[in-house]
Protein backbone atom coordinates (compact mmCIF):
# COMPACT_ATOMS: atom_id res chain seq x y z
CA UNK A 1 0.00 0.00 0.00
CA UNK A 2 1.29 3.40 -0.83
CA UNK A 3 0.99 6.08 1.31
CA UNK A 4 0.09 9.78 -0.34
CA UNK A 5 0.09 12.38 1.73
CA UNK A 6 -1.95 15.19 0.52
CA UNK A 7 -1.52 18.76 2.83
CA UNK A 8 -3.50 21.95 0.53
CA UNK A 9 -6.88 21.66 -0.20
CA UNK A 10 -7.45 19.45 -3.71
CA UNK A 11 -10.51 19.38 -5.60
CA UNK A 12 -11.63 16.06 -4.82
CA UNK A 13 -12.62 15.27 -8.24
CA UNK A 14 -9.48 15.27 -9.50
CA UNK A 15 -7.91 13.25 -6.80
CA UNK A 16 -10.38 10.35 -7.48
CA UNK A 17 -8.06 8.40 -9.58
CA UNK A 18 -6.17 8.21 -6.04
CA UNK A 19 -8.91 7.42 -3.56
CA UNK A 20 -10.28 4.69 -6.33
CA UNK A 21 -6.99 2.91 -6.31
CA UNK A 22 -6.70 -0.10 -4.11
CA UNK A 23 -2.91 0.26 -3.42
CA UNK A 24 -2.96 3.74 -1.99
CA UNK A 25 -4.14 5.44 1.00
CA UNK A 26 -4.65 8.88 1.32
CA UNK A 27 -4.04 10.74 4.60
CA UNK A 28 -5.72 14.41 3.37
CA UNK A 29 -4.81 17.05 6.12
CA UNK A 30 -4.73 20.55 5.24
CA UNK A 31 -4.24 22.46 8.77
CA UNK A 32 -1.36 20.88 9.98
CA UNK A 33 1.29 22.45 12.30
CA UNK A 34 4.56 22.83 11.04
CA UNK A 35 5.38 20.01 13.68
CA UNK A 36 2.67 17.47 12.28
CA UNK A 37 3.88 17.66 8.84
CA UNK A 38 7.13 16.65 9.47
CA UNK A 39 5.50 13.61 11.49
CA UNK A 40 3.15 12.85 8.83
CA UNK A 41 5.47 13.13 5.71
CA UNK A 42 7.83 10.67 7.71
CA UNK A 43 5.31 7.43 6.76
CA UNK A 44 4.54 9.01 3.34
CA UNK A 45 5.85 7.88 -0.48
CA UNK A 46 3.83 10.72 -1.96
CA UNK A 47 3.24 14.42 -1.04
CA UNK A 48 1.20 16.55 -2.88
CA UNK A 49 0.74 20.17 -2.21
CA UNK A 50 -0.85 23.37 -3.52
CA UNK A 51 1.26 27.06 -2.75
CA UNK A 52 0.74 27.07 0.72
CA UNK A 53 2.69 23.91 2.00
CA UNK A 54 6.49 24.90 2.19
CA UNK A 55 8.35 22.19 1.27
CA UNK A 56 11.68 22.56 2.86
CA UNK A 57 14.50 20.42 3.55
CA UNK A 58 13.77 19.76 6.51
CA UNK A 59 10.16 18.17 5.75
CA UNK A 60 12.00 16.60 2.46
CA UNK A 61 14.54 14.92 4.47
CA UNK A 62 11.89 13.98 7.45
CA UNK A 63 10.18 12.13 4.43
CA UNK A 64 12.58 9.16 4.39
CA UNK A 65 10.27 7.13 2.44
CA UNK A 66 9.24 9.78 0.11
CA UNK A 67 9.62 9.03 -3.87
CA UNK A 68 7.61 11.50 -5.10
CA UNK A 69 6.12 15.38 -4.63
CA UNK A 70 3.65 16.96 -6.38
CA UNK A 71 2.76 20.52 -6.76
CA UNK A 72 -0.87 20.62 -7.88
CA UNK A 73 0.24 23.81 -10.08
CA UNK A 74 2.79 25.36 -12.07
CA UNK A 75 5.48 27.20 -9.51
CA UNK A 76 7.73 24.94 -7.32
CA UNK A 77 8.78 28.00 -5.59
CA UNK A 78 7.32 26.44 -2.55
CA UNK A 79 9.41 23.18 -2.76
CA UNK A 80 13.59 22.56 -2.33
CA UNK A 81 14.47 21.20 -5.41
CA UNK A 82 17.63 21.02 -4.75
CA UNK A 83 16.82 19.13 -1.23
CA UNK A 84 14.51 16.59 -3.17
CA UNK A 85 17.32 16.27 -6.18
CA UNK A 86 19.96 15.36 -3.26
CA UNK A 87 17.09 12.89 -1.66
CA UNK A 88 16.29 11.35 -5.05
CA UNK A 89 12.69 12.90 -4.90
CA UNK A 90 11.36 13.59 -8.24
CA UNK A 91 8.81 16.83 -8.28
CA UNK A 92 6.45 17.01 -10.53
CA UNK A 93 4.15 19.92 -11.40
CA UNK A 94 1.02 20.33 -13.26
CA UNK A 95 2.64 23.02 -15.98
CA UNK A 96 -1.11 23.47 -17.95
CA UNK A 97 -4.21 23.04 -15.82
CA UNK A 98 -4.20 26.27 -14.83
CA UNK A 99 -2.95 28.56 -17.82
CA UNK A 100 -6.30 29.34 -18.58
CA UNK A 101 -7.84 30.54 -15.28
CA UNK A 102 -5.20 32.68 -14.79
CA UNK A 103 -4.99 34.53 -18.37
CA UNK A 104 -8.72 34.73 -17.63
CA UNK A 105 -7.61 36.27 -14.18
CA UNK A 106 -5.21 38.35 -15.42
CA UNK A 107 -8.03 39.86 -17.75
CA UNK A 108 -10.31 40.40 -14.93
CA UNK A 109 -7.94 42.35 -13.19
CA UNK A 110 -6.70 44.43 -16.12
CA UNK A 111 -10.62 45.60 -16.96
CA UNK A 112 -11.37 45.87 -12.97
CA UNK A 113 -7.96 48.22 -12.80
CA UNK A 114 -9.29 49.99 -16.34
CA UNK A 115 -12.91 50.66 -14.78
CA UNK A 116 -11.80 50.89 -11.18
CA UNK A 117 -14.71 48.04 -10.46
CA UNK A 118 -13.91 47.13 -6.71
CA UNK A 119 -12.98 50.84 -5.63
CA UNK A 120 -16.50 51.92 -7.22
CA UNK A 121 -18.37 48.57 -5.91
CA UNK A 122 -16.54 49.53 -2.28
CA UNK A 123 -17.66 52.51 -2.26
CA UNK A 124 -21.31 51.54 -3.29
CA UNK A 125 -21.10 49.21 -0.48
CA UNK A 126 -20.81 52.35 1.47
CA UNK A 127 -23.68 53.65 0.30
CA UNK A 128 -21.83 56.53 -2.17
CA UNK A 129 -23.24 56.50 -5.53
CA UNK A 130 -19.77 58.29 -6.84
CA UNK A 131 -19.64 58.87 -10.38
CA UNK A 132 -17.01 61.10 -11.20
CA UNK A 133 -14.14 59.38 -9.02
CA UNK A 134 -14.70 56.52 -11.50
CA UNK A 135 -13.38 57.28 -14.90
CA UNK A 136 -11.67 54.73 -16.56
CA UNK A 137 -10.06 54.50 -19.67
CA UNK A 138 -10.65 52.05 -22.68
CA UNK A 139 -8.28 48.85 -23.56
CA UNK A 140 -9.24 49.46 -27.10
CA UNK A 141 -5.49 51.05 -28.66
CA UNK A 142 -3.82 50.64 -25.74
CA UNK A 143 -0.59 49.34 -25.47
CA UNK A 144 -0.37 45.64 -23.70
CA UNK A 145 3.75 45.13 -22.58
CA UNK A 146 3.86 41.55 -21.34
CA UNK A 147 6.89 40.11 -20.17
CA UNK A 148 7.70 36.38 -19.92
CA UNK A 149 5.41 35.05 -23.33
CA UNK A 150 4.76 31.51 -21.92
CA UNK A 151 1.51 29.88 -21.62
CA UNK A 152 0.20 32.31 -19.83
CA UNK A 153 1.54 35.15 -21.68
CA UNK A 154 0.27 33.71 -24.58
CA UNK A 155 -3.09 33.08 -23.72
CA UNK A 156 -3.57 36.68 -21.95
CA UNK A 157 -2.06 38.28 -25.07
CA UNK A 158 -5.03 36.50 -27.26
CA UNK A 159 -7.77 38.12 -25.31
CA UNK A 160 -6.46 41.42 -25.40
CA UNK A 161 -5.81 41.80 -28.93
CA UNK A 162 -9.58 40.58 -28.74
CA UNK A 163 -10.13 44.17 -26.72
CA UNK A 164 -7.81 45.48 -29.79
CA UNK A 165 -5.07 46.26 -27.45
CA UNK A 166 -1.76 46.19 -29.16
CA UNK A 167 0.33 43.78 -27.81
CA UNK A 168 4.19 43.74 -27.64
CA UNK A 169 5.83 40.99 -25.69
CA UNK A 170 9.32 40.10 -24.32
CA UNK A 171 10.36 36.87 -23.34
CA UNK A 172 14.14 35.27 -23.98
CA UNK A 173 12.72 32.67 -26.13
CA UNK A 174 10.69 35.49 -28.46
CA UNK A 175 11.96 35.68 -31.61
CA UNK A 176 9.95 37.93 -34.75
CA UNK A 177 9.33 35.00 -36.40
CA UNK A 178 7.52 33.59 -32.81
CA UNK A 179 5.98 36.93 -32.14
CA UNK A 180 4.28 37.57 -36.14
CA UNK A 181 3.08 34.11 -35.55
CA UNK A 182 1.17 34.94 -32.63
CA UNK A 183 0.35 38.28 -33.90
CA UNK A 184 2.14 40.62 -31.62
CA UNK A 185 5.10 42.83 -31.78
CA UNK A 186 8.42 41.30 -30.03
CA UNK A 187 10.73 43.98 -28.52
CA UNK A 188 13.16 44.38 -25.88
CA UNK A 189 12.63 44.31 -22.40
CA UNK A 190 13.51 48.24 -22.04
CA UNK A 191 10.77 48.25 -25.64
CA UNK A 192 8.09 46.98 -23.80
CA UNK A 193 8.69 49.12 -20.36
CA UNK A 194 8.74 52.36 -22.47
CA UNK A 195 5.72 51.36 -24.84
CA UNK A 196 3.43 49.74 -22.22
CA UNK A 197 0.07 51.56 -21.04
CA UNK A 198 -0.13 48.59 -18.99
CA UNK A 199 2.24 45.99 -17.94
CA UNK A 200 2.03 42.52 -17.22
CA UNK A 201 4.65 39.96 -16.03
CA UNK A 202 4.21 36.37 -16.73
CA UNK A 203 7.88 35.14 -16.09
CA UNK A 204 8.29 32.18 -13.64
CA UNK A 205 10.13 33.54 -9.92
CA UNK A 206 13.96 33.07 -10.23
CA UNK A 207 16.57 34.51 -9.28
CA UNK A 208 16.83 36.73 -13.11
CA UNK A 209 13.05 37.65 -12.88
CA UNK A 210 13.33 38.93 -8.62
CA UNK A 211 12.48 42.55 -8.64
CA UNK A 212 12.83 42.55 -12.86
CA UNK A 213 10.39 45.43 -12.40
CA UNK A 214 12.43 47.76 -10.41
CA UNK A 215 12.58 51.69 -9.45
CA UNK A 216 14.76 51.81 -12.91
CA UNK A 217 12.67 49.46 -15.04
CA UNK A 218 9.49 51.69 -13.72
CA UNK A 219 11.12 54.84 -14.03
CA UNK A 220 11.66 53.69 -18.33
CA UNK A 221 7.81 53.27 -18.01
CA UNK A 222 4.97 55.89 -19.72
CA UNK A 223 3.98 58.33 -17.03
CA UNK A 224 0.37 56.97 -15.72
CA UNK A 225 0.70 54.01 -16.74
CA UNK A 226 -0.66 50.49 -15.21
CA UNK A 227 1.13 47.56 -13.63
CA UNK A 228 -0.66 43.74 -13.30
CA UNK A 229 1.40 40.99 -11.39
CA UNK A 230 -0.90 37.52 -11.45
CA UNK A 231 2.97 35.56 -11.53
CA UNK A 232 4.51 35.40 -8.26
CA UNK A 233 4.92 38.19 -6.01
CA UNK A 234 8.78 39.63 -6.06
CA UNK A 235 8.61 39.68 -9.91
CA UNK A 236 7.42 43.66 -9.47
CA UNK A 237 9.54 44.78 -6.46
CA UNK A 238 6.70 45.92 -3.79
CA UNK A 239 8.62 48.92 -2.37
CA UNK A 240 9.07 50.37 -6.05
CA UNK A 241 5.86 49.49 -7.07
CA UNK A 242 4.40 51.81 -3.96
CA UNK A 243 6.76 54.59 -4.37
CA UNK A 244 5.86 55.12 -8.00
CA UNK A 245 1.53 54.48 -7.43
CA UNK A 246 2.16 57.33 -4.78
CA UNK A 247 3.81 59.70 -6.93
CA UNK A 248 1.22 59.40 -9.43
CA UNK A 249 4.00 57.95 -12.18
CA UNK A 250 2.13 54.58 -12.28
CA UNK A 251 -1.57 55.21 -12.20
CA UNK A 252 -2.59 51.99 -10.48
CA UNK A 253 -1.65 48.51 -10.40
CA UNK A 254 -3.28 44.86 -9.94
CA UNK A 255 -2.00 42.25 -7.76
CA UNK A 256 -3.01 38.50 -7.61
CA UNK A 257 0.29 37.67 -5.71
CA UNK A 258 2.75 39.29 -3.02
CA UNK A 259 6.45 38.54 -1.86
CA UNK A 260 4.92 37.10 1.74
CA UNK A 261 1.30 35.43 1.45
CA UNK A 262 -1.01 35.82 3.07
CA UNK A 263 -0.86 40.13 2.56
CA UNK A 264 -3.55 41.39 4.19
CA UNK A 265 -1.37 43.95 6.15
CA UNK A 266 0.43 44.97 2.92
CA UNK A 267 1.10 48.76 2.82
CA UNK A 268 -0.02 48.70 -1.08
CA UNK A 269 -3.08 47.80 0.39
CA UNK A 270 -3.66 51.20 1.65
CA UNK A 271 -3.63 53.00 -1.69
CA UNK A 272 -6.99 53.44 -3.60
CA UNK A 273 -5.33 52.64 -6.65
CA UNK A 274 -4.05 49.61 -6.56
CA UNK A 275 -6.71 46.53 -6.67
CA UNK A 276 -5.53 42.96 -5.45
CA UNK A 277 -6.98 39.33 -5.30
CA UNK A 278 -5.83 36.76 -2.44
CA UNK A 279 -3.45 34.39 -4.89
CA UNK A 280 -6.60 33.57 -6.77
CA UNK A 281 -5.75 33.04 -10.33
CA UNK A 282 -5.77 29.41 -10.45
CA UNK A 283 -8.86 29.67 -8.08
CA UNK A 284 -11.39 28.05 -10.76
CA UNK A 285 -13.67 24.86 -10.30
CA UNK A 286 -11.95 23.74 -13.94
CA UNK A 287 -8.29 24.77 -13.12
CA UNK A 288 -8.69 22.86 -9.55
CA UNK A 289 -9.73 19.60 -11.29
CA UNK A 290 -7.03 19.68 -13.84
CA UNK A 291 -3.76 20.46 -11.46
CA UNK A 292 -4.95 17.93 -9.12
CA UNK A 293 -6.00 15.17 -11.85
CA UNK A 294 -2.83 15.56 -13.76
CA UNK A 295 -0.44 15.68 -10.55
CA UNK A 296 -2.67 12.63 -9.37
CA UNK A 297 -1.67 10.81 -12.60
CA UNK A 298 2.04 11.30 -12.22
CA UNK A 299 1.92 10.37 -8.75
CA UNK A 300 -0.05 7.19 -9.51
CA UNK A 301 2.08 6.48 -12.50
CA UNK A 302 5.17 6.95 -10.32
CA UNK A 303 4.05 4.54 -7.42
CA UNK A 304 3.66 1.63 -9.70
CA UNK A 305 7.23 2.36 -11.46
CA UNK A 306 6.20 4.41 -14.53
CA UNK A 307 7.60 7.07 -16.18
CA UNK A 308 5.94 11.13 -15.29
CA UNK A 309 4.70 13.38 -17.67
CA UNK A 310 6.31 16.76 -16.02
CA UNK A 311 8.81 16.05 -14.33
CA UNK A 312 10.61 19.54 -12.46
CA UNK A 313 13.96 18.37 -11.22
CA UNK A 314 15.04 15.94 -14.14
CA UNK A 315 15.56 17.65 -17.73
CA UNK A 316 11.93 17.64 -19.36
CA UNK A 317 11.83 15.57 -22.50
CA UNK A 318 9.51 16.49 -25.22
CA UNK A 319 6.56 13.71 -26.27
CA UNK A 320 7.78 13.07 -29.42
CA UNK A 321 11.63 11.97 -27.92
CA UNK A 322 10.29 10.13 -24.99
CA UNK A 323 8.68 7.84 -27.87
CA UNK A 324 12.13 7.77 -29.51
CA UNK A 325 13.57 7.04 -25.91
CA UNK A 326 11.29 4.88 -24.04
CA UNK A 327 11.83 1.68 -25.73
CA UNK A 328 15.23 1.97 -24.73
CA UNK A 329 15.03 2.56 -20.85
CA UNK A 330 14.21 -0.88 -19.77
CA UNK A 331 17.38 -2.14 -21.91
CA UNK A 332 19.58 0.66 -20.68
CA UNK A 333 19.18 -0.26 -16.53
CA UNK A 334 19.48 -3.85 -17.30
CA UNK A 335 22.57 -3.13 -19.07
CA UNK A 336 23.69 -1.11 -15.84
CA UNK A 337 22.82 -4.00 -13.90
CA UNK A 338 24.48 -6.64 -15.61
CA UNK A 339 27.85 -5.25 -15.72
CA UNK A 340 28.11 -4.00 -12.53
CA UNK A 341 27.33 -7.55 -10.89
CA UNK A 342 30.45 -8.68 -13.34
CA UNK A 343 32.89 -5.80 -12.38
CA UNK A 344 35.31 -6.42 -9.58
CA UNK A 345 36.80 -3.49 -7.72
CA UNK A 346 36.03 -0.35 -6.82
CA UNK A 347 33.72 1.57 -9.23
CA UNK A 348 35.80 4.41 -10.91
CA UNK A 349 34.29 5.46 -14.11
CA UNK A 350 31.05 4.69 -16.31
CA UNK A 351 31.05 4.86 -19.84
CA UNK A 352 27.76 4.80 -22.13
CA UNK A 353 28.65 4.23 -26.20
CA UNK A 354 25.49 5.10 -28.23
CA UNK A 355 25.36 3.86 -32.19
CA UNK A 356 23.41 3.47 -34.89
CA UNK A 357 19.62 5.05 -34.82
CA UNK A 358 20.81 6.82 -31.20
CA UNK A 359 23.69 8.67 -33.04
CA UNK A 360 21.79 12.03 -33.34
CA UNK A 361 19.10 11.85 -30.30
CA UNK A 362 20.11 13.44 -26.54
CA UNK A 363 20.33 9.86 -24.70
CA UNK A 364 20.91 11.30 -21.60
CA UNK A 365 17.84 10.37 -20.03
CA UNK A 366 18.86 6.58 -21.21
CA UNK A 367 22.46 7.49 -19.60
CA UNK A 368 21.09 8.69 -16.09
CA UNK A 369 19.35 5.01 -16.43
CA UNK A 370 22.18 2.95 -16.95
CA UNK A 371 23.51 4.80 -14.02
CA UNK A 372 20.75 4.08 -11.77
CA UNK A 373 21.24 0.30 -13.08
CA UNK A 374 25.11 0.54 -12.03
CA UNK A 375 24.38 2.00 -8.55
CA UNK A 376 21.86 0.22 -7.75
CA UNK A 377 23.90 -2.76 -6.89
CA UNK A 378 24.99 -0.60 -3.96
CA UNK A 379 22.56 2.01 -2.65
CA UNK A 380 19.10 -0.41 -4.21
CA UNK A 381 15.64 1.52 -4.74
CA UNK A 382 17.32 4.87 -2.87
CA UNK A 383 19.15 5.55 -6.10
CA UNK A 384 16.54 6.45 -8.49
CA UNK A 385 16.72 9.02 -12.27
CA UNK A 386 16.58 12.05 -10.31
CA UNK A 387 19.21 11.47 -7.97
CA UNK A 388 21.83 9.00 -9.96
CA UNK A 389 24.08 11.36 -11.43
CA UNK A 390 24.79 13.68 -7.94
CA UNK A 391 25.04 9.77 -6.76
CA UNK A 392 27.73 8.90 -8.73
CA UNK A 393 29.46 12.12 -8.32
CA UNK A 394 29.24 12.17 -4.43
CA UNK A 395 30.94 8.56 -4.75
CA UNK A 396 33.43 10.24 -6.53
CA UNK A 397 32.42 8.15 -9.81
CA UNK A 398 32.62 10.14 -13.23
CA UNK A 399 30.14 9.36 -16.01
CA UNK A 400 30.98 9.90 -19.82
CA UNK A 401 29.01 9.40 -22.89
CA UNK A 402 29.80 9.48 -25.81
CA UNK A 403 28.64 8.54 -29.59
CA UNK A 404 29.78 5.79 -32.00
CA UNK A 405 29.84 5.01 -34.88
CA UNK A 406 30.78 1.28 -34.47
CA UNK A 407 27.54 -0.31 -35.04
CA UNK A 408 28.69 -3.55 -35.34
CA UNK A 409 25.68 -4.22 -37.85
CA UNK A 410 23.03 -3.58 -35.31
CA UNK A 411 20.64 -0.89 -36.24
CA UNK A 412 20.87 0.61 -32.57
CA UNK A 413 23.57 -0.38 -30.29
CA UNK A 414 23.76 0.43 -26.37
CA UNK A 415 27.11 -0.51 -24.71
CA UNK A 416 27.58 0.29 -20.70
CA UNK A 417 31.23 -0.20 -19.53
CA UNK A 418 32.52 0.24 -16.06
CA UNK A 419 36.14 1.39 -14.98
CA UNK A 420 37.16 -0.28 -11.99
CA UNK A 421 40.37 0.20 -9.76
CA UNK A 422 41.41 -3.48 -10.77
CA UNK A 423 39.60 -4.32 -14.52
CA UNK A 424 37.30 -2.51 -16.88
CA UNK A 425 33.90 -4.37 -17.79
CA UNK A 426 31.41 -4.28 -20.81
CA UNK A 427 28.12 -5.24 -22.23
CA UNK A 428 26.05 -3.97 -25.49
CA UNK A 429 22.25 -4.03 -26.06
CA UNK A 430 20.00 -3.85 -28.80
CA UNK A 431 16.76 -3.87 -29.40
CA UNK A 432 15.82 -6.38 -32.39
CA UNK A 433 13.17 -5.67 -34.67
CA UNK A 434 10.08 -7.59 -33.30
CA UNK A 435 11.91 -9.21 -30.77
CA UNK A 436 12.65 -6.95 -27.96
CA UNK A 437 15.86 -6.34 -25.55
CA UNK A 438 18.86 -8.14 -26.45
CA UNK A 439 22.08 -8.21 -25.22
CA UNK A 440 24.69 -9.05 -27.80
CA UNK A 441 28.01 -8.29 -26.08
CA UNK A 442 29.59 -9.34 -23.01
CA UNK A 443 33.51 -7.60 -22.80
CA UNK A 444 34.44 -9.10 -25.82
CA UNK A 445 32.36 -11.95 -26.19
CA UNK A 446 29.33 -11.94 -28.55
CA UNK A 447 26.09 -13.28 -27.04
CA UNK A 448 22.72 -13.24 -27.65
CA UNK A 449 20.37 -13.36 -24.47
CA UNK A 450 17.03 -11.99 -22.99
CA UNK A 451 18.11 -9.57 -20.56
CA UNK A 452 15.41 -10.56 -17.71
CA UNK A 453 15.32 -13.28 -15.46
CA UNK A 454 17.46 -15.61 -13.43
CA UNK A 455 21.35 -15.92 -15.22
CA UNK A 456 24.25 -17.05 -14.31
CA UNK A 457 27.41 -15.60 -15.73
CA UNK A 458 30.32 -17.96 -15.57
CA UNK A 459 34.11 -17.08 -16.92
CA UNK A 460 36.41 -20.68 -17.32
CA UNK A 461 38.61 -21.26 -19.58
CA UNK A 462 37.71 -23.41 -22.79
CA UNK A 463 38.06 -26.91 -21.97
CA UNK A 464 36.20 -30.26 -22.95
CA UNK A 465 33.67 -31.20 -20.50
CA UNK A 466 33.29 -27.67 -18.40
CA UNK A 467 30.19 -27.03 -19.74
CA UNK A 468 28.64 -30.78 -18.79
CA UNK A 469 29.76 -30.50 -15.50
CA UNK A 470 27.84 -26.78 -15.07
CA UNK A 471 24.85 -28.37 -16.43
CA UNK A 472 25.43 -31.65 -13.91
CA UNK A 473 26.13 -29.33 -10.88
CA UNK A 474 22.51 -27.03 -11.84
CA UNK A 475 20.95 -30.17 -12.10
CA UNK A 476 21.79 -31.53 -8.83
CA UNK A 477 20.38 -28.20 -7.19
CA UNK A 478 17.30 -28.86 -8.99
CA UNK A 479 17.99 -25.74 -11.33
CA UNK A 480 16.27 -25.51 -14.63
CA UNK A 481 18.77 -24.26 -17.65
CA UNK A 482 16.28 -22.40 -20.14
CA UNK A 483 19.01 -20.82 -22.25
CA UNK A 484 23.13 -21.42 -22.52
CA UNK A 485 25.27 -19.08 -24.33
CA UNK A 486 28.43 -19.45 -25.03
CA UNK A 487 31.70 -17.53 -25.84
CA UNK A 488 35.47 -17.32 -26.45
CA UNK A 489 38.08 -15.76 -27.16
CA UNK A 490 40.03 -18.86 -29.18
CA UNK A 491 40.28 -22.32 -28.85
CA UNK A 492 41.45 -23.67 -25.37
CA UNK A 493 41.49 -19.84 -24.23
CA UNK A 494 39.38 -17.49 -21.64
CA UNK A 495 35.30 -18.25 -22.53
CA UNK A 496 32.38 -16.84 -21.40
CA UNK A 497 29.20 -19.11 -20.24
CA UNK A 498 25.99 -17.06 -19.82
CA UNK A 499 22.86 -19.39 -18.58
CA UNK A 500 19.56 -18.06 -18.10
CA UNK A 501 17.64 -20.56 -15.63
CA UNK A 502 14.01 -20.98 -13.84
CA UNK A 503 15.32 -20.14 -11.16
CA UNK A 504 17.52 -18.04 -8.63
CA UNK A 505 20.58 -19.47 -7.41
CA UNK A 506 21.83 -19.27 -3.49
CA UNK A 507 25.56 -18.29 -2.73
CA UNK A 508 26.02 -22.02 -2.08
CA UNK A 509 25.10 -23.33 -5.25
CA UNK A 510 27.67 -20.69 -6.95
CA UNK A 511 30.38 -21.11 -4.91
CA UNK A 512 30.26 -24.83 -5.94
CA UNK A 513 29.80 -24.06 -9.63
CA UNK A 514 33.20 -21.80 -8.78
CA UNK A 515 34.80 -24.95 -7.61
CA UNK A 516 34.56 -26.90 -10.70
CA UNK A 517 38.30 -26.84 -12.25
CA UNK A 518 38.72 -23.79 -15.24
CA UNK A 519 36.19 -21.59 -13.59
CA UNK A 520 37.50 -18.84 -12.49
CA UNK A 521 34.25 -16.30 -11.44
CA UNK A 522 30.39 -16.60 -11.39
CA UNK A 523 28.02 -14.33 -10.93
CA UNK A 524 24.65 -14.91 -10.55
CA UNK A 525 21.97 -12.34 -10.35
CA UNK A 526 18.28 -11.57 -11.56
CA UNK A 527 17.16 -8.64 -14.17
CA UNK A 528 13.97 -7.82 -13.36
N1 LIG B 1 -1.64 33.61 -9.84
C1 LIG B 1 -1.72 32.30 -9.92
O1 LIG B 1 -2.50 31.68 -9.24
C2 LIG B 1 -0.87 31.57 -10.91
C3 LIG B 1 -1.38 30.45 -11.55
C4 LIG B 1 -0.59 29.79 -12.47
C5 LIG B 1 0.69 30.25 -12.72
N2 LIG B 1 1.16 31.32 -12.06
C6 LIG B 1 2.49 31.84 -12.32
O2 LIG B 1 2.49 32.46 -13.60
C7 LIG B 1 3.81 32.46 -14.12
C8 LIG B 1 3.82 32.02 -15.56
O3 LIG B 1 3.33 30.70 -15.68
P1 LIG B 1 3.35 29.95 -17.11
O4 LIG B 1 2.59 28.70 -16.92
O5 LIG B 1 2.98 30.89 -18.18
O6 LIG B 1 4.89 29.63 -17.21
P2 LIG B 1 5.73 29.32 -18.52
O7 LIG B 1 6.93 28.59 -18.07
O8 LIG B 1 4.87 28.71 -19.56
O9 LIG B 1 6.16 30.77 -19.03
C9 LIG B 1 7.09 31.56 -18.37
C10 LIG B 1 7.82 32.34 -19.43
O10 LIG B 1 8.66 33.29 -18.77
C11 LIG B 1 9.80 33.45 -19.59
N3 LIG B 1 10.88 34.08 -18.86
C12 LIG B 1 11.77 33.51 -18.01
N4 LIG B 1 12.65 34.45 -17.58
C13 LIG B 1 12.30 35.61 -18.18
C14 LIG B 1 12.83 36.92 -18.14
N5 LIG B 1 13.90 37.22 -17.40
N6 LIG B 1 12.24 37.87 -18.88
C15 LIG B 1 11.17 37.58 -19.64
N7 LIG B 1 10.62 36.35 -19.73
C16 LIG B 1 11.19 35.39 -19.00
C17 LIG B 1 10.11 32.03 -20.03
O11 LIG B 1 10.94 32.01 -21.15
C18 LIG B 1 8.73 31.48 -20.31
O12 LIG B 1 8.38 31.61 -21.66
C19 LIG B 1 4.62 31.59 -13.16
O13 LIG B 1 5.28 32.43 -12.25
C20 LIG B 1 3.57 30.80 -12.43
O14 LIG B 1 4.00 30.37 -11.17
C21 LIG B 1 0.39 32.02 -11.17
O1 LIG C 1 -2.38 26.60 -5.86
C1 LIG C 1 -2.76 27.69 -6.24
O2 LIG C 1 -3.93 28.06 -6.19
C2 LIG C 1 -1.77 28.65 -6.88
C3 LIG C 1 -1.26 28.09 -8.13
C4 LIG C 1 -0.40 29.00 -8.93
O3 LIG C 1 0.20 29.99 -8.24
C5 LIG C 1 0.59 28.21 -9.73
O4 LIG C 1 1.76 28.57 -9.77
O5 LIG C 1 0.16 27.22 -10.35
Redesign the pocket.
Known amino acids: MHRVLISDPLSEEGIKPLREADDIEIIKETSMSHEELLEAVGSAEALIVRSQTQVTREVIEHGTHLKIIGRA???VDNIDLDAATDNGVIVVNA?DG??IS?AE?TMAMLMSLARNIPQAYHQLQQKRWERKKFVGVELKDKVLGI???????REVAQRAKGHRMKVVA????LNEEKAQKAGVTHGT?EEVLQQADFLTV?????E??KH?INEEAIALMKDGARILN???GGIVEENALYEAVKSGKIAGAAL??FEEEPATEHPLLSLPEVIATP?????TVEAQENVATDVSADVLELLRGGTVRNPVNLPSVSTEMMEKLSPYFTLSERLGSFVSRIAEGTFEKINVYYSGELLDIDTTPLTRIAVKGILGRYIGSRVNDVNAYKTAADKGITINEQKSTKTKGFTNLITVEIETDKETRSAAGTRLNGLGARIVQLDQYSIDIVPEGHLIVIHHTDQPGAIGRVGSLLAEQDVNIATMQVGRANEGGEAVMVLTVDKAIDKQAADQLSEIADIRQVDYLTLK
Open positions: GVGPNTTHVGFGRIGFDPFLHTPLIKTLCARDVHLGAS
